[in-house]
């Protein structure tokens, strides 16, 4: 399963990475753009007086593989 990373940078320039916890797979870099577009714009997120998602640094789909090693199925 992939997952969306959204990263940012911070008032004071650090990196922060929003994952959805739903999200679509098939998602085109524009409308990703215009999604963290508009997160920048607001002012919900803020940790000791520093917002922490003000500029866009980039975006990235995730790959998960698992290995199972064992299972207890009856």
């Known amino acids: 399963m992939k997952k969306l990373h959204l990263i940012f940078l911070d008032e004071e320039c650090r990196p922060h990475t929003f994952v959805p916890v739903v999200c679509r797979q098939d998602l085109k870099e524009e409308e990703i753009h215009e999604i963290m577009t508009d997160i920048t714009k607001l002012s919900?997120?803020?940790?000791?007086?520093?917002?922490?998602?003000?500029?866009?640094?980039?975006?990235?789909?995730v790959s998960t593989v698992e290995y199972p090693l064992f299972s207890n199925d009856v």
């Open 44 to 61: 919900l997120f803020e940790k000791e007086g520093i917002r922490c998602f003000r500029y866009m640094e980039g975006a990235k789909y």
